[in-house]
């Protein structure tokens, strides 16, 4: 007896088979849409409060003695007093952050000073490719200039419609939602536009030096 020549038992359902050869012809129920983007990064899980991260110094700043210096490789530096910096176009912005520790926050709810006004205004050279920003604290950490070019980039000094806390960062932050938040300094005193990159703080300690949580750079 030969392989194939098994006794069947029943009858194959020869329309079923039809049909779905026809829909394997088709494409049926393909939408060709990318997959939809999962709102927690690998690697992290949510949480309702809002931790505190520092190196141990918590600078106690009135707006008084704040000012923001932008200089480096840029046409036009300037310094912003505290009056400079609210005088200046105001966007608000509602974003999840993701902490490299795991934690992550949805929806807080920013106001301050778009990065996109900032750079309209300074003007970086061409050959400006990087930026540091520098703290208050003694902090410093280092992004790609696209990375800060992105729309939902903020210079924040409010939270959840209030002042932003002086244990997160007041009077004023940096917010760029799209990469860990080691990357978002706060207490912002300083951003220098570079040519060539340079490691912060953490990125000098083992940190990655971009710092994507969908592809969970956390480390170098
Ligand atoms: N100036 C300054 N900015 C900083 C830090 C810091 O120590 N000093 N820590 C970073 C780290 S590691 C994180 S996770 C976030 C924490 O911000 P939060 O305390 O508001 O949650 O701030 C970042 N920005
Ligand atoms: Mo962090």
């Not at 049926?28 to 141990?56: I, M, N, S």
């Not at 301050?112 to 003007?123: F, I, K, M, T």
Request: net charge negative; with cysteine.
């Amino acid at each position: 007896m030969a392989d194939d020549d098994v006794p069947l038992i029943g009858r194959i359902k020869d329309k079923l088979v039809e049909t779905k050869e026809k829909w394997a012809r088709e494409g049926r129920a393909l939408t060709g849409a990318p997959a939809p983007k999962r709102r927690l990064p690998p690697g992290q899980r949510e949480t309702a409060d809002w931790p505190v991260l520092d190196l141990g110094i918590t600078p106690n700043l009135v707006p008084a003695d704040w000012s923001l210096t932008v200089g480096g490789a840029v046409e036009a530096p300037l310094k912003w007093s505290w009056d400079d910096f609210l005088a200046q176009p105001q966007t608000e912005l509602t974003t999840d952050i993701h902490c490299v520790t795991t934690w992550s926050r949805y929806d807080n709810a920013w106001k301050g000073v778009s990065a996109r006004h900032l750079l309209a205004l300074v003007r970086p050279r061409a050959e400006a490719k990087f930026l540091m920003f520098r703290s208050y604290d003694g902090y410093t950490t280092n992004v790609p200039l696209d990375r800060f070019a992105d729309d939902d980039v903020l210079l924040a000094h409010s939270w959840q419609g209030e002042p932003l806390s002086r244990e997160h960062g007041g009077p004023v932050r940096v917010v760029i939602p799209k990469l860990y938040f080691w990357k978002s300094a706060k207490w912002l005193r300083a951003i220098t536009f570079m040519d060539k990159d340079a490691p912060g703080y953490w990125e000098l300690r083992g940190y990655h030096d971009e710092g994507d949580p969908w592809t969970e750079e956390r480390y170098r």
